[in-house]
């Protein structure tokens, strides 16, 4: 917690306990869109100040993600913080609520100060679709708000990377870019936004199974670091993927990214495979999904797919496929990010 808290006050400048409370300001508000990787992070090099062994790209869904407010209150039973989730006040004990309160621990400034949080996702929770990616951009968002620390996207990006790795590019809308960063202090590792808007670009949602995933992502990407031996190729082949994914993002090369982003996916979820005990997202209609996917490739409509830890299918195509891809796939949820 010390590291933490350390990293913190590094980044928004001054101690926790040195926060300043507005007195007009007793609630603090932030949103943020879910992200879906395009080249994926799969790994820490440091599990407490979550930097991770490669960096990473990211689209962000319009209209899908989290909003969050914060407060401080005082003194409740127990000395617990209020989370809720969706309307419904959790337990202190639940997985959801620790979570965010040890988070929220690193801003608490002394041990008295109790936080209560209300958060709505308009994504099922962790069910593959990244909602603790944004999550933890609305919140540190919403402590932004209610603190007012002013903290420019860089600062936000570092807090939330803290929370949840994904988080860290889930403050941009488009395209973002995870940098991997060397420093030991954890400084350099942040997400910034690519500025390339891409009207054609679309993602088909494809829901497979929207129930709670069987192993967390922070602990399937430990377990696959401490007992996949095909992980040793994983991190120069991302790193070497996320260049070629932004260099087809700037030439607006779909053919290329769309290729290096699912050949990406695979290869991480062929290290979860080989992950001791294993780890297997996929569900049988999501490799009947990816068949019909390698199908239409064939018969010439041009569209790829990635998948996260969970066994939902993430479409990437260009609007010219768009009737193809409904006509193939009934239930598909289509999303144009760059179409406001
Ligand atoms: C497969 O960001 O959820 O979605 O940092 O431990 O919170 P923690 O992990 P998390 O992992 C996301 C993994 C992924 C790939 C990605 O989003 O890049």
Redesign the pocket.
Known sequence: KQLQQQFVHQVIGHKPEHNRLNASKSVGKGSAPV???LS???G?RDTIL?LPTNG?A?ISLPGLGTETQVKIISATKNHQDKVSLNGELLEAEAPFAKRVSNFLNYFRGNSHTLFEVTTCNSVPTAA?L?S??SG?AALVLALDDLFEWNLADKELSLLA?L?????S?SLFPGFSVWHQGTQTDGLDSYAEAIETQWPEFCIGLLEIDVKQKPV???QG?QNTVETCALYQAWPEQANRDLQTILNAIEEKNFSTLGKTAEHNALT?HATMIATWPPIVYWQPESVEAMHKVWQLREQGVEVYFTM??GPNLKLLFLQTEKPAIKQAFKDVKILEPFKH
């Open positions: 992200n879906i990787a994926k992070y799969w820490k979550n990473s990211s593959g990244a603790s990616a933890y990377r929370g949840s790795g994904s988080a590019r967390s992502s922070t990407m991480m996260d830890a």
